[in-house]
């Protein structure tokens, strides 16, 4: 059995998919510590001004210390954000290969009304499966009290 870890990523590349395809099993990390120097909220796309991130409104309930599958989505103040990543995205790659039978895939997801992080980016990796027709089993580290290790092949972190 071929088992493979990482934490969650908004709107992550092709290869966090391969890694999942070529598994039995994926185990999403989402009780890890938050960091927003990551990819974990936010992603980058490329326009015609250069890179430009997408980045989802999160509050950090427990501060620093917050972790993944605690984050909330901030839409009360950041209202529109939704909004500003379908238009970036649409704006930059409608002229794309691909892009019709993916934008509404996007668009879709985005419209739903998640409050927690977590959840949408497990409706976001499911429906992306569901795409690209992967079958591989989705497991949550937080359901399986799984946790880090200070020690990697010997060596001290």
Not at 15 to 43: A, E, P
Not at 65 to 79: A, D, P, V
Request: charged fraction near 25%; charge should be positive; include cysteine.
């Amino acid at each position: 059995m071929i088992v493979s870890a990482h934490q969650p990523h908004y709107f992550p590349c092709i290869g966090y998919f391969n890694k999942i395809y070529l598994s039995d099993t994926f185990m999403l990390m989402n009780n890890m510590i938050y960091t927003s120097k990551g990819y974990i909220s936010r992603n980058r796309i490329l326009t015609n001004k250069g890179w430009r991130y997408l980045i989802v409104p999160v509050v950090k309930p427990n501060g620093y210390k917050s972790r993944i599958n605690e984050l909330l989505i901030e839409n009360k103040c950041q209202t529109n954000w939704k909004l500003k990543h379908l238009r970036t995205i649409k704006y930059n790659y409608q002229k794309g290969k691909g892009f019709l039978s993916f934008y509404p895939i996007i668009e879709e997801e985005l419209n739903k009304n998640h409050t927690s992080f977590i959840e949408l980016q497990i409706s976001v990796i499911k429906r992306i499966f569901k795409y690209l027709n992967i079958e591989t089993k989705i497991i949550l580290t937080s359901d399986k009290n799984t946790e880090g290790k200070k020690e990697i092949f010997g060596l001290k972190k």
